[in-house]
């Protein structure tokens, strides 16, 4: 097969048909990135006894030789974050990625996985061994680990963090604001969920997305629902709300006559354009949208946006191209900008133990972070990678090299052949997929043998060992990839809130406290 150029993120490099590394000599000035290694090409095999391992290593580790360590401050920070993309969900997408190009798939790589810098990430919240999305996304938005369900408030805090003067950890889209920079929300969720809403709201309990749902002694101790939050970011203390808000969840902004959930008669879609700025609710709308269109708050969907196996084009951007957008309108801020993009739906496949649609929202979010890097700067802009959490989901058997990653079980040919082999069978005789769930809704019937046909259904749930309305997330790390300036530090295994505080360095801002509470005593 043809080999895919690994190295398609370092120029100028490619396979060596030598085994050892061919190096220039390094010049005698100290400043600047270090030289280029430059190895012949030839095109690299994976397959079979003339497979070239040494080869395809040796370019690895040159990669590795030449990955510039960038120690300048960064202008822009652009956090993607997965919601549920554990490791073994990144691994089947980039089999399935392969696949789908008709390659075996195991020896692709994402292209952020190229990018070198990476860590693994502790997920824990305070109070919880396995965490949800509101406490992971409080620890990477704010920089401080909170309790499970919390959305941007200190660990253990309740009613105590609403109204005016509560006392709750600033975000770094605030602390972007206030110094005043361009910031920028995407999430293919609803922009009220657990990870679009810690960027800009500051409440106890993540499910208070509406005023319909807030409870009397909520209302009473000065809480507001989270996307009331949003629309009074416009005039709040940390500068003037996000310059872009793409996403879904429109019922939380509109009243019941307009067919959303609002209880107090607010349409906050006309409070938005009411206060400057402009409003679209589908694709068509998004893309007549003028360069220069004011602060564009973009809901594209009742609740959630479709999974990118069901989206429509005309009705509703892709993940993509909402970051496309984003960072394009977000560049022309010469002070810089910090734009969150969150892929919120692989988390929903899992939960519904329906790996295909998990993997190709995976790869929707590849692709987005792909054209970010496309369109920035490394030398000015930092990019983070992360999920906030992982899921109970495996690879499992014994699966053959380049066996479909969504299929039934078929294991390598006992005389090392590429003939078919039947799939394997599990203890009571009948095949198994090689994505399966730990926790779940579907369970292995009791009789009736899987198919192949039955299994590559996009709809097809995976079985679950243990019975649960709803599949549920895995306590194991996470990756965080990065590059950019500091990208670096995303190293070994660390902290999740360590993250935050690195996009808080990266800037050079001294913390995520504006500059005249008097953060300078707290500079490093
Ligand atoms: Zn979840």
Redesign the pocket.
């Known amino acids: 097969m043809t080999f895919r150029a690994l190295l398609a993120a370092a120029s100028g490099l490619s396979l060596a048909a030598c085994s050892t590394l061919a190096t220039t000599p390094a010049p005698d000035a100290p400043d600047g990135p270090p030289p280029a290694r430059t190895l012949a090409p030839i095109a690299a095999s994976h397959e079979g006894p003339g497979a070239d391992w040494r080869q395809i290593a040796d370019a690895e580790i040159t990669a590795r030789l030449n990955r510039p360590q960038r120690e300048g401050q960064a202008r822009n920070v652009i956090l993607f974050v997965a919601?549920?993309m554990s490791l073994a969900t990144i691994t089947a997408s980039r089999i399935l990625d392969g696949q789908q190009r008709g390659e075996t798939g195991e020896e692709n790589y994402l292209p952020f996985e190229e990018w070198g810098h990476s860590a693994l990430i502790k997920t824990y919240n305070e109070n919880a061994q396995v965490a949800?999305?509101a406490g992971t996304a409080t620890a990477l938005l704010t920089g401080v680990k909170s309790h499970i369900g919390a959305i941007s408030v200190y660990a253990r805090q309740t009613l105590d963090s609403c109204g005016p003067d509560a006392d709750v950890p600033m975000t770094t889209l605030e602390a972007a604001e206030s110094r005043g920079l361009s910031t920028g929300i995407v999430s293919t969720a609803r922009i009220t969920h657990a990870t679009p809403a810690t960027a800009y709201a500051h409440v106890p309990l993540r499910d208070w997305e509406v005023d319909a749902v807030l409870p009397e002694a909520a209302v009473a101790a000065g809480c507001t629902d989270i996307a009331s939050q949003l629309i009074a970011t416009l005039d709040g203390p940390y500068g003037d709300g996000p310059e872009l808000v793409l996403g879904g969840g429109r019922a939380a902004f509109l009243t019941a006559d307009a067919g959303g959930q609002r209880q107090d008669g607010r349409d906050l879609t006309s409070e938005w354009v009411a206060a400057g700025g402009s409003y679209v609710e589908d694709a068509a709308g998004l893309r007549a949208l003028p360069l220069d269109a004011p602060r564009p708050l973009g809901l594209f969907s009742r609740s959630h946006m479709a999974y990118e196996h069901d989206r429509i084009d005309a009705e509703e951007p892709s993940v993509e191209e909402m970051t496309r957008f984003a960072v394009e309108r977000l560049s022309r801020d010469e002070d810089g900008f910090f734009l969150l993009v969150e892929s919120g739906r692989v988390?929903?496949a899992?939960?519904g133990s329906n790996a295909h649609r998990a993997l190709t929202d995976a790869l929707a979010f590849s692709r987005a972070v792909e054209a970010a890097a496309e369109m920035t700067d490394p030398d000015e802009t930092l990019i983070l990678v992360t999920a906030d959490?992982g899921?109970v989901f495996s690879i499992a058997g014994y699966p053959r090299r380049g066996n479909p990653i969504l299929g039934l079980v078929h294991p390598p040919a006992p005389d090392l052949t590429d003939d078919p082999t039947p799939p394997s069978p599990a203890q009571d005789g009948r095949p198994y997929t090689t994505l399966g769930y730990y926790t779940g809704p579907h369970q292995r019937p009791e009789e009736g043998a899987l198919t192949q046909e039955q299994a590559l259904d996009p709809d097809y749930r995976q079985e679950s060992a243990v019975p649960m309305g709803?599949e549920?997330?895995s306590g194991e790390d996470v990756i965080a990839f990065a590059r950019g300036p500091w990208a670096h530090l995303v190293d070994g295994t660390m902290e999740q809130n360590t993250l935050n505080r690195i996009i808080t360095f990266a800037y050079g801002w001294p913390g995520n406290t504006p500059p005249e509470t008097g953060a300078d005593a707290a500079a490093d």
Do not use: K, V
Request: no cysteine; glycine share 8%; aromatic share 0%.
């Open positions: 919601d549920g949800d999305s988390d929903h899992h939960h959490h899921h709803s549920t997330h």
